[in-house]
Nanobody, 115 residues
């Protein structure tokens, strides 16, 4: 059984930085994609960034230049470093793992950006 556990959320002032961490456990293929999504109240969940196990990255346009996604494949962890945070970035943040057609989600961690 695959499990994802996120950490690192909390309160940050506008302009500040925050790093979220996600650790995956269980049987995990070496070929996979890990990423981060966010979902604000009343809105759809949207991709922030993803990174394949081979190193290919994908960033949403609204975070390009402010966000970096990194991975430790040996530990099955993924980090999301967010800089220059804005109040509109206030949201629940969710870790995601894709192995072929199987999709797994973490429980989410809240990030609140104060103005």
């Amino acid at each position: 059984q695959v499990q994802l556990v996120e950490s690192g959320g909390g309160l940050v002032q506008a302009g500040g930085s925050l790093t979220l961490s996600c650790a995956a456990s269980g049987y995990i293929s070496i070929f996979n994609t890990m990423g981060w999504y966010r979902q604000a109240a009343g809105k759809q969940r949207e991709l922030i960034a993803s990174r394949t196990s081979s190193g290919n990255t994908n960033y949403a346009e609204f975070v390009k230049g402010r966000v970096t996604i990194s991975r430790d494949n040996a530990k099955n962890t993924v980090l999301l470093t967010m800089n220059n945070q804005k109040p509109v970035d206030t949201s629940g943040y969710y870790c995601n793992l894709r192995i072929v057609s199987c999709v797994y989600w973490g429980q989410g961690t809240q990030v609140t950006v104060s103005s």
